[in-house]
């Protein structure tokens, strides 16, 4: 066997996840990687204790908050025509995203605390790795899209009207997620339940994880995931965002705006900033770490290697549910629309645009509005 104590079920990379599975915590590489610094046995088994109910308990707030949150975003928008618009069409789609993961990846994981054995096959082990992979690649390119959105708004407001429609924002979503689920396919023959058994702990166990096979080695899928799906996406948005901020503050533009539809495309913009920011930094600690564990550069041998993959995940899977908070907090529109489903409230029934009013085009609503 290629490895005898690999680790849980991969976060949502599905290829080299947090080895900080319960049959053993330390021992996640082969003896020749094994350091002095290796925790004991009776240190093993008293982080197992905690973590065998602390983690499940983290992980389910975690999807109560991320399920509930996301479901009221997509029903607030969807039920209030007033809030259509494509930027908001794209936060839906982000929500869409943040519940499948939610949904498909934290329940599972957290059975991978709690057992010793992947109980529910190996069918099932490939679809929950494709589907993690899928989530995860839909959720930053969404984030693209919305960058895209607000470039165009901000930088190309009177050109690019006949570009930023629902019509168009809806043909984007979908096929960002035809090429999605098309180009994460292979994530499913590349992972199988695999059997193993732990002279130190006396235990047998089975694991849902990555083969190693001729075509793709875990490295070479852990970095070019990690570029793909994390590194080169942020750098686009970054791109954009340091062009729009310039073009957001600076004098004399050219394009002539009363101060109140400049303040609505700050505010618009600084909401789309802060959840992109949320999201890399969220995810930033657990990409790292999965990217080091792929070069061999990281070993969970001690307390605090192991603390920290764990925290690691936690702030991870955080990512899934803080965007309706954030949206909370920074947007008037999408306050007011929580406020009214969960109290079934006609008391905020006028949501005020952000932004000047669309014009009418040919093909759609051209919508600037809705937060």
Same mark, same amino acid.
């Not at 979503?173 to 035809?178: D, G, K, N």
């Not at 993959?309 to 529109?333: E, G, R």
């Given at each position: 066997m290629e490895n005898t104590t690999l680790s849980a079920l991969a976060i949502w990379t599905t290829s080299n996840s947090l080895d900080i599975n319960l049959t053993s915590l330390a021992n996640s590489n082969n003896s020749s990687n094994e350091t002095s610094s290796e925790m004991t046995l009776e240190e093993e088994m008293a982080v197992q204790n905690v973590v065998r109910w602390l983690v499940p308990f983290i992980f389910g707030i975690i999807a109560l908050t991320g399920f509930f949150g996301n479901l009221l975003v997509i029903f607030v928008v969807l039920l209030n025509k007033n809030m259509y618009s494509t930027t908001n069409l794209l936060i839906v789609n982000l929500a869409v995203a943040d519940l499948l993961f939610v949904c498909f990846c934290? @329940?599972? $994981?957290? &059975?991978?605390? %709690?057992?010793?054995?992947?109980?529910?096959?190996?069918?099932?082990?490939? =679809?929950?790795?494709?589907?993690i992979v899928v989530t995860a690649f839909a959720s930053i390119y969404t984030l693209v899209l919305m960058s895209i959105d607000r470039f165009l708004a901000v930088v190309h407001p009177i050109r690019s009207r006949m570009l930023r429609t629902e019509h168009i924002t809806k043909i984007a979503i979908i096929t960002l997620w035809?090429?999605?689920?098309?180009?994460?396919? @292979?994530? $499913?023959? &590349?992972?199988? %339940?695999?059997a193993g058994y732990d002279n130190k702990t006396?235990?047998?166990? =089975?694991?849902?994880?990555?083969?190693?096979?001729p075509l793709l080695k875990r490295s070479t899928f852990q970095v070019s995931f990690f570029i793909s799906a994390y590194l080169l996406p942020l750098m686009i948005i970054s791109g954009l965002y340091v062009r729009m901020i310039m073009r957001l503050w600076r004098q004399?533009?050219?394009v002539r705006?009363?101060?109140?539809?400049?303040?609505?495309?700050?505010?618009? &913009?600084?909401? %789309?900033?802060?959840?992109?920011?949320?999201?890399?930094?969220?995810?930033?600690?657990?990409?790292?770490?999965?990217?080091?564990?792929?070069?061999?550069?990281?070993?969970?041998?001690?307390?605090?290697?192991?603390i920290l993959q764990i925290v690691s995940q936690t702030l991870a899977?955080?990512?899934?549910?803080?965007?309706?908070?954030?949206?909370a907090f920074l947007s008037d529109n999408f306050r007011k629309a929580f406020y009214k489903a969960?109290?079934?409230?006609d008391r905020y029934n006028n949501y005020t645009s952000d932004l000047p009013p669309p014009r009418k085009t040919s093909c759609a609503r051209t919508s600037t509005t809705g937060f």
């Amino acid at each position: 066997m290629e490895n005898t104590t690999l680790s849980a079920l991969a976060i949502w990379t599905t290829s080299n996840s947090l080895d900080i599975n319960l049959t053993s915590l330390a021992n996640s590489n082969n003896s020749s990687n094994e350091t002095s610094s290796e925790m004991t046995l009776e240190e093993e088994m008293a982080v197992q204790n905690v973590v065998r109910w602390l983690v499940p308990f983290i992980f389910g707030i975690i999807a109560l908050t991320g399920f509930f949150g996301n479901l009221l975003v997509i029903f607030v928008v969807l039920l209030n025509k007033n809030m259509y618009s494509t930027t908001n069409l794209l936060i839906v789609n982000l929500a869409v995203a943040d519940l499948l993961f939610v949904c498909f990846c934290v @329940p599972f $994981t957290a &059975t991978d605390y %709690v057992t010793h054995h992947w109980p529910f096959g190996a069918i099932w082990c490939r =679809s929950v790795q494709y589907l993690i992979v899928v989530t995860a690649f839909a959720s930053i390119y969404t984030l693209v899209l919305m960058s895209i959105d607000r470039f165009l708004a901000v930088v190309h407001p009177i050109r690019s009207r006949m570009l930023r429609t629902e019509h168009i924002t809806k043909i984007a979503i979908i096929t960002l997620w035809t090429v999605v689920l098309t180009i994460s396919s @292979p994530v $499913t023959f &590349t992972h199988d %339940v695999l059997a193993g058994y732990d002279n130190k702990t006396d235990i047998s166990y =089975s694991m849902c994880m990555f083969i190693e096979n001729p075509l793709l080695k875990r490295s070479t899928f852990q970095v070019s995931f990690f570029i793909s799906a994390y590194l080169l996406p942020l750098m686009i948005i970054s791109g954009l965002y340091v062009r729009m901020i310039m073009r957001l503050w600076r004098q004399g533009s050219g394009v002539r705006m009363s101060k109140e539809s400049q303040r609505g495309r700050k505010r618009v &913009t600084r909401l %789309v900033v802060v959840v992109v920011i949320a999201f890399a930094s969220l995810w930033l600690p657990v990409q790292l770490i999965l990217l080091l564990k792929s070069l061999n550069l990281y070993h969970a041998n001690s307390m605090f290697f192991v603390i920290l993959q764990i925290v690691s995940q936690t702030l991870a899977y955080t990512s899934s549910c803080i965007n309706p908070l954030l949206y909370a907090f920074l947007s008037d529109n999408f306050r007011k629309a929580f406020y009214k489903a969960i109290n079934c409230s006609d008391r905020y029934n006028n949501y005020t645009s952000d932004l000047p009013p669309p014009r009418k085009t040919s093909c759609a609503r051209t919508s600037t509005t809705g937060f």
